[in-house]
């Protein structure tokens, strides 16, 4: 993708975001604090940091987009994941979120800063949040020896979104990344446990072990899916760190200190929009998150080829 293209898609969501009323610069529609918090990712690899979610804020509405149409991020360039990350916010302010959460690190690593500055743009002034800080702020934190190990997608290590994270959390420690490309697509294929998968693993966990490493973390959401494998290849005594709990309470503290947690007594609701087959992410998603999802909502963006529902 070109970055006339990406600068298109920057142009039509500023267009949507700020545009009259009606859409989504409106403020009609339910109160602020009643709005569900927005959840995207390039698949189902966010539904694990969508159950950490649905675990610590029980009361809250949440709408979650699987990007399945474009899957896989992992290799896509920045400006393309700027890109896609514009049009899905496009698509859940329009739904009328009061806070989006980028469940993709490579998407967080690549698109973070123009998300940002776009969703202040709305109404409302919608707050992002992404998944690199809060882990890399959770890894410094567990490493005893100061040398993390790292796993994640080749965009996601390209963007140096970890090295920098790392570094204004504790510029003494030491980050051994390794990329890890083909290991989301297997997860999200729903990774049966074959030579394949596990020399894949194996092969990733390598550099790490020889690097000396006592914490590593998963720098992509899909990896938590196969933490059993990855402990096993990495040692009982490493720790891994996953994001989602982080997250989950970066979120918390976000809602609480602006005033739009739910008023509700009882459980919020959560519903599902894809950009690909509905049927296929209904059968991995419910495996994955191990709730039933219900219905699945097939969504069309702009610059997508048109996908049978």
Known sequence: MTARVAAAAAGRAAAALTGPPGNMGS???????????????????GLTVLHELLVALP????????????????ERTREELEAFALEIAEELVARRVKLLVVACNSATAAALPALQRRMMETTLGVEVLGVVRPGAVQAVAATRSGRIGLLATPATLASGAYEQALAAVDPHV????????????????????DERLVAAVRG????LRAAG?????????????????LQRSLGPAVTIVTSGAAAARQVEHALASRGLDSPRAG?????????????????AGTRFLQLPLGEVEHVSIPGLPRVAA
């Open 27 to 45: 403020v009609s529609g339910p109160q602020p604090r009643e709005r569900p918090i927005g959840v995207f990712d390039s698949g189902v690899g």
């Open 59 to 74: 009361h809250e509405d949440f709408v979650y987009l699987g990007d399945t149409a474009r899957f896989p991020y992992g």
């Open 174 to 193: 030491d980050l051994v990344p390794v990329a890890c490309p083909g290991l989301a697509e297997l997860i999200e294929g729903g990774f049966p446990v």
């Open 204 to 207: 990733y966990c390598e550099p």
């Open 213 to 229: 490493v006592d914490t590593v973390i998963l720098g992509c959401t899909h990896y938590p899916l196969v933490r059993p494998m």
């Open 267 to 283: 459980e919020g609701d959560y519903r599902f929009l894809c950009t690909g087959d509905r049927e296929a992410f209904r059968t």
